[in-house]
């Protein structure tokens, strides 16, 4: 299998709702367990997301955990997640995940002739959506 680099979201006591979202914009496979499953019932929200993968159809795949009560959770810009392609199907996922958020650059077309916008979703998730120029 090699290595991977992916994603890993980081919530605050609500990753399952994340990425059950996520899952429903992009479509996969979502396993996922909490800190109970995973043999640490005694932390003090044992119900809590330990690990969650999100394997989708197109080949993305995003992972997401809570983090423990001990550890601080800043939300912030310094990470995005990069949606690219030449795949029309970029743009209903930018729409969709835009539902309860906030659109920071409309998904139009670049002076580099790419359509692209950013968002960030209802999770404080930010996103980028470029869609490549098609040839002419």
């Known amino acids: 299998m090699g290595s991977q680099l992916n994603p890993c979201l980081a919530f605050n ?3 399952r ?3 059950e979202f996520y899952q ?5 496979q979502l396993d996922m367990g909490t800190y109970a499953a995973y043999g640490h019932p005694e932390v ?5 997301i330990m690990h969650a993968t999100l394997r989708t159809p197109d080949g993305y795949t ?10 601080p959770h800043t939300p912030g810009n ?22 309860g958020g906030t659109v920071t650059l409309p998904l139009e077309k670049q002076s580099w002739g790419d359509e692209a916008g950013s968002l960030i979703d209802r999770f ?11 040839p002419a």
């Open 62 to 71: 995003l992972m997401a955990w809570d983090v423990r009560e001990e550890m």
């Open 13 to 15: 006591g609500n990753a």
């Open 78 to 99: 310094n990470v995005a997640v990069f949606l690219g392609g030449d795949d029309a199907r970029l743009r209903g996922y930018f729409e969709r995940l835009s539902v």
């Open 24 to 28: 429903d914009v992009l479509g996969g």
């Open 124 to 134: 404080g998730i930010t996103w980028m959506v470029n869609i490549t120029k098609q």
């Open 44 to 48: 003090p929200r044992p119900e809590e």
């Open 17 to 19: 709702q994340a990425i």
